[in-house]
């Protein structure tokens, strides 16, 4: 069975894949002074609480977080005795290269969603996850990623919000009730909110206009849905769609080796 790990900036996702379905996700935060060691007390646990059995006999990674990446290395070489495929890396083989200036490194992440965007819904795409950072990955006809945005994240920017000026509260992320907010918490909501739904589709409108032709938007990460249901932009909504990425790339390597 797959291991597929995908460390982002805030949590850690742990999928087994059984050949056919995820037979189970798990998150931890991500902290790069976790060793391999804690890494399976917590992970052996949780199979075994949830009655599983699965036989690791492959894994991949994709992280955001060059400093976890050697720990995950040694989980997978120590427990599991096999060598881990890392996205980004020379061995780590793309179906279709990305097509961007020399020298520029891609992350991970936004490599893996492109490839699982492409093979779900063919070329032509505009990828938007909302993660620490929010971003749009632009997939050409071919599969290949040509580019993208890169926007603070919503929450990165309601704690930026609250750091610098004493006055404003904390407040969750959430649709406000109308735009108009009559006290500090709904005024931030609303601005946050609102704001976004404006960043999201004031980018996804310029980059069609740069590239001149219809192009499908497909959403994904933890506040996807909500922002959803401020506007009709989104084409589709995609909770798991780095995990099928992964799983799409290691089996292209298997089949490429």
């Given amino acids: 069975m797959l291991l597929a790990i ?12 059984d050949g056919k379905c995820f037979l189970a996700t798990w998150r931890i935060a991500t902290d790069h002074k976790r060793t391999a ?3 399976f007390v917590w992970l052996s646990s949780l199979m075994t609480l949830t009655s599983i059995r699965a036989e690791i006999t492959e894994a991949i990674i994709s992280s955001t977080v060059p400093r976890v990446v050697f720990n995950l290395r040694v989980l997978c070489d120590r427990y599991f005795n096999c060598r881990p495929l890392v996205v980004g890396k020379p061995d780590c083989r793309l179906p279709v290269a990305p097509r961007v200036d020399q020298g520029t490194t891609v992350g991970p992440d936004r490599l893996v969603n492109t490839v699982s ?32 945005v890169i926007a603070p994240g919503v929450n990165l920017s309601l704690e930026a919000l609250h750091m610098a000026a004493a006055a404003l509260p904390h407040v969750d992320v959430a649709k406000p009730a109308k735009a108009i907010g009559t006290n500090t918490v709904a005024c931030m909501q609303s601005g946050v909110y609102w704001g976004y739904v404006g960043l999201v589709e004031g980018i996804v409108r310029e980059v069609r206009r740069e590239r001149d032709r219809p192009m499908k938007v497909v959403a994904t990460g933890g506040l996807a849905s909500l922002f959803a249901q ?7 909504i995609e909770d798991d769609l780095t995990m099928h990425g992964l799983v799409l790339i290691n089996d292209y390597n298997k089949e490429h080796a």
Wanted: glycine share 14%; with cysteine.
């Fill in 6 to 17: 995908d460390c982002g900036n805030t949590n850690t996702v742990f999928s087994i894949w």
């Fill in 37 to 39: 060691d804690e890494y």
């Fill in 117 to 148: 965007a492409h093979d779900r819904h063919g070329g032509d795409l505009i990828v938007v996850d909302f993660g620490t950072a929010t971003t749009f990955d632009v997939v050409d006809a071919d599969g290949a990623y040509i580019g993208g």
């Fill in 230 to 236: 401020g506007t009709e932009l989104f084409d589709s």
